[in-house]
């Protein structure tokens, strides 16, 4: 009886010591995975995103820039929240002289950063319909490192 109950103890032991190893194997995990101050870009010749990220309190802010190939480059403000591994966020942005607001995401891996899209409302065409479906642009890894030119 008394090794049954040794034996009994011992298991639960076990459990909790995998347990514990879980948590903090899930904490370092999420350590990992936190927006930073400094800049993050991505640049393959053609294509250039520019996202300096100047303060994290309350909310992310931060300037953005999108050059893409043939069109209008963007720059602008950009401030929103990080949650989980998603930032969401209000840009404001001007193009060829005019001021636009538009909602973006973006969902951070290892610290890079891979922009959101998704389908707009109807109303008004700059918020997301439905955050849950969005879809990650991973060919676009948006690197933490310096802002490029």
Do not use: H, W
């Not at 520019?50 to 403000?77: A, H, R, S």
């Amino acid at each position: 009886l008394a090794i049954l109950v040794l034996a009994i103890s011992n298991c639960k032991e076990n459990d909790n010591k995998k347990s514990i190893d879980r948590e903090s194997k899930s904490k370092n995990v999420k350590e990992m995975d936190k927006i930073e101050i400094g800049c993050y870009s991505f640049n393959d010749g053609k294509n250039l995103i520019n996202f300096e990220i100047t303060e994290i309190k309350n909310q992310v802010k931060g300037v953005l820039t999108y050059q893409f190939y043939e069109k209008d480059t963007n720059k602008g403000i950009f401030t929103g929240t990080f949650s989980d591994d998603t930032l969401f966020g209000s840009y404001t942005f001007t193009s060829e002289g005019v001021e636009s607001t538009r909602e973006e995401a973006f969902k951070l891996k290892e610290s890079t950063l891979f922009m959101g899209y998704g389908e707009k409302d109807e109303e008004t065409g700059t918020i997301f319909k439905d955050k849950n479906l969005l879809k990650y642009v991973y060919k676009m890894p948006i690197k933490k490192g310096y802002c490029k030119k």
